[in-house]
């Protein structure tokens, strides 16, 4: 008895002694005196992990007693590593520190509204000023490079003389999605000619991107969705970037920008200057990048009579000519068999000025206009087509915010005046006026659901009335989970500026049939959900995307005797598919892995064929190592089989880039070598087709210039901001 007494007594000493070693504690992560929900909490040593409850408060039991280090993480924020000493104190309180960086704290313009972007239920896409200013070294002359790599958008290549390429978002014809800068409206019609190889990406701060209808807030042609570009605004502290570079391909380009702000005043001061000659990497006498001159500028001025008060105004200005076509042309002029060139030279000139004044805590006004002029001339042999085209677009709109609901109240109208300088026979001439009236809300329905409801009409006197409902859904837990789901309607004027037309260089093109032919319309629905969350140090997050868009009267180009003439489709183009978007984050390392999955459908086909030069499967991998002193970054890109026009199935690709940058107090050096595996259209089949007089160009379907070697230096006389 007395044996088995002191066997209870010893084992009950053991557990009193293990009891003893550990500790139960408690951790609260606030930021801004607010608690932080969902914030991930790790124990190095004891591989236990926490998710902070509404009170920003974990708890952990049976914590060895000693040194712990702890791991605070919580997209939106700098992660927290911190030693602690138990059982010294049980109760501990850690602050986070906002990162400016992070997806989460980013306000969004294109939502017009103050929220950030995790409380929107619309999916917006941001790419930031870090990533731009990665795509700049990569090609500084425009925006292509950062709209390509972005996941389910492709960039089409329309003419291998000219260069020119349109965005196709989800598979749609670039005409379908609109372009925006600061929420202007400036590419549409005939301006869309050429309008992505002359935007250089230099001045801007941000890219937001909307996938699907979103016309209640900017009008017809957002069918396949927008993309806005946020040009940077001026700092007390001056901004001076200077980037110039020389690609082997004998391209050159000087960027400048220049801001600054003091109380009343501000600027800010673009210019960009580009000289590239005729290319021809595989010798076949035809260049596959055009001879190039370019110039833009683009000064804003801004005024500030009060706090309260706004008023900028910018003027934006591009000169471009390029000229394509037969090498021993462009060289020496010379006659003979040597006779096909595209000459494309136009002319581009905007003004935008905003009205912005806050009248309340809680409400402000605004108003804006803008009016652009375009023109421009493409001359091949034995055609010239030309013409000038004058947008205008002026908007008022009224917006509150209160402590559950933002809402926005707005009119604007729209005006397209193009006036082709031949008037022989084709009567392609065209006016276009269309006043809309909007309105759009967020309301917080719960901690864990917002609704966005938005209803937007707009009527042209040619083409009637255009309802245009939109809704859409957010759910977000605090354990690093969202969803959004969310549709609407769209719509598009027809007009001859596709890529069809471009693509035949507008040659014997009928004009637009206002009696005979419909406007094109479409429905849209989203649903995505993403999940965030810590494993150890490593941060991990992933985007799944669905959705389905149908266009109904479609615009076709249809043969009619010599000439070419439009028809609405008699059944929809279908498009829909998925999107995969996963990120890893460990210390100064990133990679970035995506996949698109479209499936686009012409019904108005027998057998509801795949819409050509569209790729079914497309892949991505990219691997940043970022330090305040260097940036390394490695891309892989992988783009399925296409159709051709005829049925011809294309060979898939893959390409690769190599990018290096060494940062410096004053700015940086960079080199950049890409698709250093040389993949081009000319390794699978031929850009041209005999003769040298009467050339054919097939559809261009892969990359043509092959690699482009560059090198390149970013001053900053200011200082490095990074540094």
């Not at 804006?368 to 947008?391: M, T």
């Not at 083409?463 to 957010?474: D, E, K, N, V």
């Not at 069809?500 to 260089?505: F, K, R």
Request: charged fraction near 20%; charge should be negative; aromatic fraction near 12%.
């Amino acid at each position: 008895m007395n044996k088995l007494l002191l066997s209870a007594m010893l084992i009950l000493l053991s557990c009193l002694a293990v009891k003893a070693q550990t500790t139960d504690i408690q951790i609260q992560v606030v930021s801004e005196n607010e608690a932080v929900i969902g914030a991930n909490i790790y124990l190095e040593s004891e591989q236990k992990s926490a998710v902070t409850d509404a009170d920003g408060k974990a708890q952990f039991s049976n914590v060895s007693n000693g040194k712990q280090t702890i791991i605070i993480s919580y997209l939106g924020f700098e992660t927290l590593k911190k030693t602690i000493q138990l059982p010294d104190q049980t109760v501990f309180v850690f602050h986070l520190e906002p990162n400016e960086n992070e997806l989460e704290e980013v306000v969004l313009q294109t939502s017009r509204t103050s929220r950030t972007v995790k409380k929107i239920p619309t999916r917006i896409e941001f790419i930031n000023s870090e990533e731009l200013e990665e795509k700049a070294t990569m090609n500084p002359t425009n925006i292509s490079m950062v709209l390509r790599e972005s996941t389910g958008i492709q960039m089409q290549q329309t003419s291998l003389s000219s260069g020119n390429s349109n965005i196709k978002i989800q598979g749609l014809d670039g005409r379908y999605t609109q372009l925006l800068r600061d929420g202007f409206p400036l590419y549409s019609g005939f301006s869309s000619g050429l309008s992505i190889m002359q935007i250089p990406p230099l001045d801007l701060k941000q890219f937001e991107i909307i996938k699907g209808s979103s016309s209640t807030l900017y009008g017809g042609g957002a069918i396949a969705g927008l993309v806005n570009m946020v040009s940077k605004t001026p700092d007390e502290d001056a901004d001076l970037d200077i980037m110039l570079t020389q690609t082997h391909a004998l391209g050159s380009t000087a960027n400048v920008f220049y801001s600054k702000r003091n109380q009343k005043f501000g600027t800010t001061l673009y210019g960009s200057a580009h000289y590239q000659k005729a290319y021809d990497p595989e010798d076949d006498d035809f260049s596959n990048l055009p001879q190039t001159k370019s110039i833009s500028f683009n000064p804003k001025f801004f005024y500030y009579p009060s706090e309260k008060t706004t008023f900028w105004l910018g003027i934006n200005g591009t000169y471009d000519d390029r000229i394509g076509g037969d090498m021993t042309k462009i060289k020496s002029q010379q006659n003979g068999i040597h006779q096909y060139t595209e000459d494309n030279i136009s002319k581009r000139l905007s003004s935008q000025a905003v009205y912005k004044t806050q009248l309340d805590s809680l409400s402000n006004f605004n108003i804006k206009n803008s009016i652009s002029y375009f023109d421009r001339s493409l001359q091949v042999p034995d055609l010239n087509f030309s013409g000038k085209q004058i947008n205008t677009f002026t908007e008022v709109s009224y917006e509150r915010a209160n402590a559950k609901t933002d809402w926005i109240l707005g009119a604007n109208v729209y005006s397209v005046n193009f006036d082709e300088a031949d008037k022989a026979a084709l009567q392609r001439d065209q006016k276009e006026l269309t006043y809309g009236l909007f309105a759009n809300s967020i309301f917080d329905i719960s901690e864990n659901w917002i609704l966005e409801t938005g209803l937007r009409t707009d009527y042209n006197p040619d083409w009637g009335f255009f309802p245009l409902p939109r809704i859409s859904l957010l759910y977000k837990n605090e354990n690093g989970f969202s969803s959004r789901i969310g549709g609407g309607l769209g719509y598009k004027i027809p007009d001859i500026f596709t890529e069809e037309a471009e693509s035949i260089n507008f040659e014997n093109v009928l004009g637009i049939d206002k009696d005979n032919l419909k406007a094109e319309r479409s429905y849209g629905v989203n649903y995505d959900f993403n999940y965030q969350t810590r494993l150890g140090e490593i941060g991990f997050s992933a985007n799944q995307l669905f959705y389905v868009t149908a266009i109904q009267n479609a615009l076709l180009l249809n043969s009619s005797g010599t000439n070419f003439q439009f028809e609405n489709a008699a059944e929809v183009i279908l498009s829909k598919g998925a999107e995969t978007n996963i990120k890893f984050n460990y210390k100064d390392f990133k990679w970035f892995l995506n996949y698109a999955f479209i499936d686009a459908r012409l019904h108005y086909l027998a057998g509801n064929p795949q819409k050509p030069l569209t790729p079914r499967h497309n892949a991505g991998s990219v691997i940043m190592y970022e330090s305040e002193a260097w940036r390394i970054g490695f891309e892989t890109y992988y783009t399925g089989q296409q159709l051709l026009s005829n049925g011809t199935k294309t060979t898939d690709y893959t390409t690769m880039g190599f990018l290096l940058m060494r940062n410096f107090k004053w700015g940086a050096l960079f080199t950049n070598f890409e698709n250093f595996t040389d993949r081009r259209q000319s390794r699978f089949s031929p850009l041209v087709l005999p003769t040298h007089d009467r050339p054919v160009f097939p559809e261009i379907y892969a990359p043509t210039d092959g690699f482009i070697f560059s090198l390149g230096i970013i001053i900053k006389p200011f200082g490095n901001k990074e540094h």
